[in-house]
């Protein structure tokens, strides 16, 4: 009953910039941590940036100073601002939040969802 959807993934030349958007939606009581991965050709899925629900951010040494994770927590939003983008960026990008669910009876399960992913391509 939850859904993540990505958006906001392209082919870019070095140097250039992209905005991801991840929003959620269905069932949700509350987020708490969401956060950006990515997934490179026969490599293994990676974390670029997290942040928690009062905005506390923690990026990969390989983004720093170059990507930007934000939040808009009334519309369940989380973003991925990518600026000097370089070819070894290229991966799948993917969303992921912690998000509690309430139930009738009032208990809160808390799950971790993943987005689809979207493809970043960094080549001139």
């Known amino acids: 009953q939850v859904q993540l959807v990505e958006s906001g993934g392209d082919l870019v030349q070095p140097g250039g910039s992209l905005r991801l958007s991840c929003a959620a939606s269905?069932?949700?009581?509350?987020?708490?941590?969401m956060g950006w991965y990515r997934q490179a050709p026969g490599k293994q899925r990676e974390l670029v940036a997290t942040?928690?629900?009062?905005?506390?951010?923690n990026y990969a040494d390989s983004v720093k100073g170059r990507f930007t994770i934000s939040r808009d927590n009334a519309k369940n939003t989380v973003y991925l601002r990518m600026n000097s983008l370089k070819p070894e960026d290229t991966a799948v990008y993917y969303c992921?939040?912690?998000?509690?669910?309430?139930?009738?009876?009032?208990?809160?399960?808390?799950?971790?969802?993943w987005g689809q992913g979207t493809q970043v391509t960094v080549s001139s």
């Open positions: 942040i928690t629900s009062a905005g506390s951010t």
């Open positions: 992921n939040a912690e998000i509690q669910t309430r139930t009738v009876s009032l208990n809160i399960y808390t799950f971790s969802y």
């Open positions: 269905g069932s949700i009581f509350s987020i708490n941590a």
